[in-house]
């Protein structure tokens, strides 16, 4: 009997946890790194308990740690949930060592699955068909370039130890293999202190789909369904549906019986996900097996019914299975986006800072819409750990109405404070490849690479209208008065735009606009607390806005802008200034490639900056002579420090 649970993690997944346990009686322990002191779940947790600095390595990875605060608190069992220690084979024994429950599955599976070329050859064994490549001992870079080569391009370069798009990378032409090897290499390592790698042939226009597996102590395992996670950028998934609108009825039962082979070939016992590529031949091949809880695991309970954590607490406590597979039925649609802390308009680097405005909160007649949210307004998002902050995910009688209560859920959820990717997944949700499911695993990185940031909308003269009026009718700028109508001069700032706008405010109405030399025809305009609505040519409009030091953050319909007000008096050094490569995101440097006096050419590698899991790679913007660096490898560096200087050739 567990009655006491801690739970090894942080975030939205912690969170999660927590709901569930606190439903069935359970007292929770979070943990927590110095920086997150005061997250969202240390604070929900009955109780809390420090475990080491900011970095992971000094927290959430540190296993002796974690097992002390769980004897310390008194609880019987840990909880992983997802990433961090969850597959970790070692920390599942120590677990058991020190007479804690792991709440997952067997060590022995772990490590069996975890090792991707040890999980390959068990996969032959049960007749579960595999993808083409290397996996061999032998980690000789001539060794694995002679492999490459027969395999053919383009291919994958996998972390043998990895998981998550981590020390993963796809490799279109010989000359380009050594440069991603050394890469995947050295982030594999970061990673998972194992820098092995293995090589597989890149089945193009390929589907991933997935099989949530179950199974307990007794011999029992059944399977909840498919998940079709086919949109991923960079290898990492972003959008998750069941079931898959490209899976038929026999696909999905080929699939379902290779994902419980699967799991019986290694002694199973938890919850689980068999991952599959399938190409153009409709044909399925292995891929992994997740020893854990996914991320996307609300999308089968939204059309099983079922509360999975619910089952993973029950089947460590020793219950058979709560059903039978008979017994699971499935209804209707669901789909989960993936709310990231990134600009998609910056080559989607990481952001970091205060949530001033978030609310995730159903609303009154809300149907079919789940939020799990790892932050509330007041909390911050910190360069430690993943970008993650939240999903949405929503139900619907078929996939027409899930998309449609999803995108509403979006629309209708601004997050200020730091950019997210939140406009990007409407817009893919919204796109004619995503409604006519279409899409394959090379589709949204295609998608952006043929030019999403540039259709990315900058910010028109009304949007500019609007935030002038805001910041009027608030106080904002400097006022004068002419025959009775007062007017206020403001000059604002909006991504690589600045305008020059002038509100002129007749009997406490607002009676002219003007940005540049545009009048911009607003009117009906009122606000509220964090609302305006106007009117824009004869339509009527809303907003959702909310004004912090000298920004003001405003979406509208799903569109977030920040505007800021310049100050006059504030010197910033040139960021273009080509002599000067400073960092893009805050994080680790994790590499330095240059010393002063070193030449380099246009678009040489200078440095190496890893942000919530994702490598930055500085590159020199003009050929020249290294005068300067700043920094060294192991610092930490935040947004525009100061990375190297070069002496530009003349």
């Not at 007000?565 to 960021?575: F, G, I, S, T, V």
């Amino acid at each position: 009997m567990i009655t006491k649970l801690l739970i090894a993690n942080r975030g939205e997944i912690a969170c999660r946890i927590i709901r569930t346990a606190r439903a069935m009686g359970i007292a929770t322990v979070a943990v927590h790194s110095d920086a997150d002191a005061d997250a969202l779940h240390a604070r929900q947790a009955d109780e809390s308990v420090r475990i080491g600095g900011p970095q992971a390595s000094e927290s959430y990875l540190d296993g002796d740690a974690i097992i002390a605060a769980a004897k310390d608190s008194g609880a019987q069992a840990v909880h992983p949930g997802y990433g961090f220690l969850s597959e970790n084979a070692d920390f599942a024994e120590a677990c058991e060592a020190a007479g804690l429950i792991f709440v997952g599955p067997p060590a022995e599976a772990i490590r069996a699955m975890g090792d991707k070329a040890r999980a390959k050859a068990i996969m032959l064994e049960a007749a579960v068909p595999v993808v083409p490549g290397y996996d061999g001992e032998n980690q000789d870079p001539g060794r694995l370039v002679s492999e490459a080569e027969t395999i053919g391009f383009p291919l994958l370069i996998k972390a043998v130890a990895g998981g998550g798009g981590r020390g993963m990378r796809r490799v279109d032409r010989a000359e380009d293999f050594s440069d991603a090897l050394e890469s995947a290499v050295r982030e594999a390592r970061s990673a998972f202190g194992d820098g092995r790698v293995l090589i597989e042939k890149l089945i193009t226009d390929a589907r991933h789909i997935e099989i949530q597996v179950f199974a307990d102590a007794h011999g029992n395992c059944v399977h909840m369904g498919e998940r079709d996670c086919s949109a991923q950028r960079r290898h990492q998934k972003i959008i998750e549906e069941a079931p898959s609108p490209f899976v038929d009825a026999a696909m999905g039962a080929s699939m379902a019986v290779d994902a419980v082979a699967a799991a019986k070939a290694v002694g199973y016992v938890g919850a689980g996900t068999v991952e599959f590529i399938i190409g153009a031949d409709r044909q399925h091949h292995f891929l992994e097996m997740n020893t854990r809880l996914q991320v996307e695991h609300p999308v089968t309970e939204l059309v099983t019914g079922l509360d999975l954590v619910e089952w993973q607490l029950r089947v460590a406590m020793g219950e058979r299975l709560p059903l039978e597979e008979e017994e699971i039925d499935f209804s209707g649609h669901a789909i989960e986006a993936r709310v990231y802390a990134e600009d998609p308009g910056d080559g989607f680097s990481p952001q970091t800072g205060p949530v001033l405005l978030w609310k995730p909160a159903l609303r009154a007649g809300e149907a079919g819409v789940r939020i799990d949210s790892g932050v509330e307004e007041g909390d911050s998002v910190t360069p430690y750990y993943d970008p993650m902050v939240a999903k949405v995910v929503a139900h619907g009688r078929d996939r027409d109405e899930a998309v449609a209560r999803l995108v509403k859920g979006l629309r209708e959820r601004p997050l200020f404070g730091l950019r997210t990717n939140r406009g990007f997944l409407i817009d893919l949700l919204t796109s004619r490849e995503f409604l006519d499911a279409s899409v394959t695993t090379a589709f949204v990185d295609r998608w952006v690479a043929e030019g999403y940031a540039a259709r990315l909308t900058e910010a028109e003269d009304w949007h500019f209208g609007v935030a002038a009026c805001v910041l009027a009718m608030r106080g904002g700028g400097d006022w004068f008065r002419s025959t009775g109508v007062a007017s206020c001069p403001i000059l604002l700032a909006s991504g690589g735009t600045t305008s020059d706008a002038v509100v002129e405010i007749e009997r406490g109405n607002i009676s002219a606009v003007e940005v540049g030399e545009v009048n911009v025809e607003l009117s009906d305009l009122a606000i509220t607390l964090d609302q305006v609505r106007f009117s824009l040519a004869g339509t009527r409009r809303y907003a959702t806005y909310l004004a912090w030091e000298r920004d003001l953050w405003l979406d509208f319909d799903g569109r977030t802008f920040v505007f800021h007000e310049p100050d006059p008096l504030a010197k910033q050094a040139d960021a273009a200034d080509p002599a000067r490569i400073v960092s893009p995101v805050a994080g680790l440097l994790r590499a330095i490639s240059v010393a002063a006096g070193d030449r380099v050419e246009a678009g040489q590698k200078v440095a190496v900056v890893e942000a919530m899991k994702m490598e930055t790679t500085l590159a020199a913007r003009a050929a020249g002579t290294v005068r300067a660096v700043h920094c060294a490898t192991g610092d930490q560096v935040r947004v525009g420090d100061l990375v190297a200087e070069l002496e530009p050739q003349a």
